[in-house]
């Protein structure tokens, strides 16, 4: 499964490549600082640098938080086609020593898109998470909105989501068999499809100079559903969380 997820990720490279030689850059990239829960659990913070991205190349885009995307339709508003993301894993360690590890993995589907206008939008994506170990991955998505607003000179925008998973993929990160349960003293939980939390976001973009912006995020999530029942959540983690981010980003023209 490794050998097929590399074999697709060179093979977007290869179009990204030709992509940008047949079109200028246009948008934001910059680095910035996350304050974030360790995994979906919530079971404690941790800091970690993060690279910022919102570019274009004609109907290829490379998001931050959606990954590389192909609109492959774009019509009057109206945009669909292929993705590839990253899955952030889960070292076991702490308070979650005993389970299993969950490594970093790819994720690859399709998505649909509403945005008449450059400052809102409605979204719905789902996928695969590839790269995973024995039993891990699944099938994962989300469905959201968007709305964008100039407060002065600077700009803000609010998103609501709601991301969802399969019974593998919510096993995956909240789940909890036999052996893990007798080595961690976790109560053995078996999760179930369904949808996993509910994200609201508040950005802000302020300018500094010609080119350069400061970018703030701030989101509250809410477990739901199998997530939120979990013994792993009730044990060692939290139904509520947060998280901050902050970047420098420079705009391309």
């Known amino acids: 499964m490794r050998q097929v997820t590399t074999a697709v990720l060179a093979g977007l490279s290869w179009v990204f490549s030709s992509a940008v030689l047949a079109a200028g850059i246009s948008g934001e990239v910059g680095a910035g600082l996350a304050y974030q829960p360790h995994d979906p659990s919530g079971n404690h ?110 700009i803000g925008s609010t998103g609501l989501m709601a991301h969802f998973a399969d019974a593998r993929q919510t096993q995956t990160f909240f789940g909890v068999d036999a052996r893990e349960s007798a080595a961690s003293g976790i109560r053995a939980y078996n999760a179930s499809a369904g949808f996993q939390n509910l994200t609201l976001t508040q950005s802000f973009e302020f300018p500094l100079a010609a080119h350069w912006s400061l970018l703030t995020s701030a989101s509250w999530v809410h477990l739901v559903g199998s997530a939120a029942n979990s013994s792993l959540v009730k044990q060692a983690g939290h139904v509520n969380q947060g998280q901050l981010q902050t970047a420098i980003s420079y705009k391309f023209d």
């Open 45 to 154: 913070y941790e800091a970690r640098p993060v690279p910022y991205f919102d570019l274009d190349w004609g109907t290829l885009s490379l998001d931050t938080d959606d990954g590389l995307t192909w609109r492959a339709l774009n019509s009057q508003g109206v945009s669909a086609g292929p993705y590839v993301n990253y899955l952030q894993g889960r070292e076991s360690n702490g308070a979650l020593r005993g389970l299993r590890n969950v490594p970093d993995m790819a994720e690859i589907g399709g998505f649909v898109q509403y945005a008449p206008a450059d400052f809102w939008r409605v979204y719905a994506q789902v996928g695969q998470a590839v790269g995973g170990g024995h039993e891990q991955g699944g099938v994962l998505g989300k469905l959201g909105g968007e709305l964008g607003y100039p407060l002065g000179g600077v």
